[in-house]
T-cell receptor, first 114, second 112 residues
Framework: NAGVTQTPKFQVLKTGQSMTLQCAQD?????MYWYRQDPGMGLRLIYY???????DKGEVPNGYNVSRLNKREFSLRLESAAPSQTSVYFCASSEQGAYNSPLHFGNGTRLTVT | QKEVEQDPGPLSVPEGAIVSLNCTYSNSAFQYFMWYRQYSRKGPELLMY????GNKEDGRFTAQVDKSSKYISLFIRDSQPSDSATYLCAMNIQGGADGLTFGKGTHLIIQP
């Protein structure tokens, strides 16, 4: 059982380049989330999708876009990368909303923007 | 306001000791409380999950929630070197679909 799979594991971008982070879950979960984790800042929610066909902004959405492609997949796009977006990005899923079912995380994408 | 405070550590204790990890919060609407463990270069994994006030025990781990004080704790008994990790508290409100509010994590080191 793979759980939550994120690709790529590592990425280096130059300022202004674009890229898409991929996330897929095989647990038939309804809700999916994108977080970023920075030293001293903890985990911060970028975007979430409560159910297939819906997406909403989290705490730090600027500079990002998301697509809930289907129930399994939730992608995060950086249109024009900036050094401030250097971070570790985690995708997570939950059976229902995060308030009453735990989040299951992938192992992250480590992104460096130079 | 969704603010959760957690001492980043590092907290270093000898093997076999009882470990106490804590978080305080300001939003009295929080009702769901969780502890996640994160090993280096891995994603967080759920360790304990509690609803409202009270205690919950699972093996060597005990989670406590004191809503009157807005204070939650995780106790680890008979600590092992394999418990060395970062521990994140997380919480959410009733009906809160927009993910969890996390503490910044406490880095725990168990010395053999």
């Amino acid at each position: 059982n793979a759980g939550v799979t994120q690709t790529p594991k590592f990425q280096v971008l130059k300022t202004g380049q674009s890229m898409t982070l991929q996330c897929a879950q095989d647990m038939n979960h309804n809700s999916m989330y994108w977080y970023r984790q920075d030293p001293g800042m903890g985990l911060r929610l970028i975007y979430y999708s409560a159910s297939e066909g819906t997406t909403d902004k989290g705490e730090v959405p600027n500079g990002y876009n998301v697509s809930r492609l289907n129930k399994r997949e939730f992608s995060l796009r950086l249109e024009s990368a900036a050094p401030s977006q250097t971070s570790v990005y985690f995708c997570a899923s939950s059976e229902q909303g995060a308030y009453n079912s735990p989040l299951h995380f992938g192992n992250g994408t480590r992104l460096t923007v130079t | 306001q969704k603010e959760v405070e957690q001492d980043p550590g590092p907290l270093s204790v000898p093997e076999g000791a009882i470990v106490s990890l804590n978080c305080t919060y300001s939003n009295s609407a929080f009702q769901y409380f969780m502890w996640y463990r994160q090993y280096s270069r891995k994603g967080p994994e759920l360790l304990m999950y509690t609803y409202s006030s009270g205690n919950k025990e699972d093996g060597r781990f005990t989670a406590q929630v004191d809503k009157s004080s807005k204070y939650i704790s995780l106790f680890i008994r008979d600590s092992q070197p394999s418990d060395s990790a970062t521990y994140l508290c997380a919480m959410n409100i009733q009906g809160g679909a927009d993910g969890l509010t996390f503490g910044k994590g406490t880095h725990l080191i168990i010395q053999p």
